[in-house]
């Protein structure tokens, strides 16, 4: 499984557009990449997920380049309650399960 | 739709001792897991299941055992309790054979081990 590199937190406002950015140098050609948020006391919760370019959903958008290294969860107009540790992985779809490393935790302060 | 439902939530229990944690879903999803996560840790996958019938071995097995008799159960049992089994354990379920659809995951149990 390609592994993760992600910043251990963020902070920002309310309103504020936070970008999260995801590095994953070694991604291999059939891999997707997801994004989960867990707040605390509760299990990660599925947010979008990509192969390239482009993804947008009612939560979040997701971004990708060409060279799919990097990718980068994009949280419009946040809010206290996006408050939470946000997971980046990569995956090639196997049935061995899911690799979470330490995540992001972003704060949103008023 | 109740979803992926975990119990007990919280349970403290001796050194030596042995218990099952309940996992159930109703969304008729084939694959379902097991993670803990520890403080400040992303979550570790302990075991897995593609189907009824069919289980195996994530990255941190040892001390724990599981079975798959039916889609909607995937029970996880601590034979012999020890303290670094003091965790949190999320169970998670999701269509298909593989991890990359969408999991769906429970609230947790939090477990003591004394």
């Known amino acids: 499984l390609a592994k993760t590199t992600q910043p251990i937190s963020m902070d920002s406002y309310e309103g504020q557009e936070v970008n999260i950015t995801c590095s994953h140098n070694n991604i291999a050609t059939n891999d997707y990449i997801t994004w989960y948020q867990q707040f605390p006391s509760q299990g990660p919760r599925f947010i979008i997920q990509g192969y390239k370019t482009k993804v947008t959903n009612e939560v979040a958008s997701l971004f990708i380049p060409a060279d799919r290294k990097s990718s980068t969860l994009s949280l419009p107009r946040v809010s206290l309650s996006d408050t939470a540790v946000y997971y980046c992985?990569?995956?090639?779809?196997?049935?061995?399960?899911?690799?979470f490393g330490k995540g992001t935790h972003l704060i949103i302060q008023p | 739709n109740a979803g992926v439902t975990q119990t007990p939530k919280f349970q403290v229990l001796k050194t030596g001792q042995s218990m099952t944690l309940q996992c159930a879903q109703d969304?008729?999803?084939?694959?379902m897991s097991w993670y803990r996560q520890d403080p400040g840790m992303g979550l570790r996958l302990i075991h897995y299941s593609v189907g009824a019938g069919i289980t195996d071995q994530g990255e941190v097995p040892n001390g724990y055992n599981v079975s798959r008799s039916t889609t909607e159960d995937f029970p996880l049992r601590l034979l012999s309790a020890a303290p670094s089994q003091t965790s949190v354990y999320f169970c998670?379920?999701?269509?298909?054979?593989?991890?990359?659809?969408?999991?769906?995951f429970g609230d947790g149990t939090r477990l003591s081990i004394l």
């Open positions: 998670a379920s999701s269509y298909g054979g593989n991890s990359n659809q969408p999991q769906h």
């Open positions: 992985l990569v995956s090639g779809g196997g049935a061995d399960g899911l690799t």
């Open positions: 969304m008729n999803h084939e694959y």
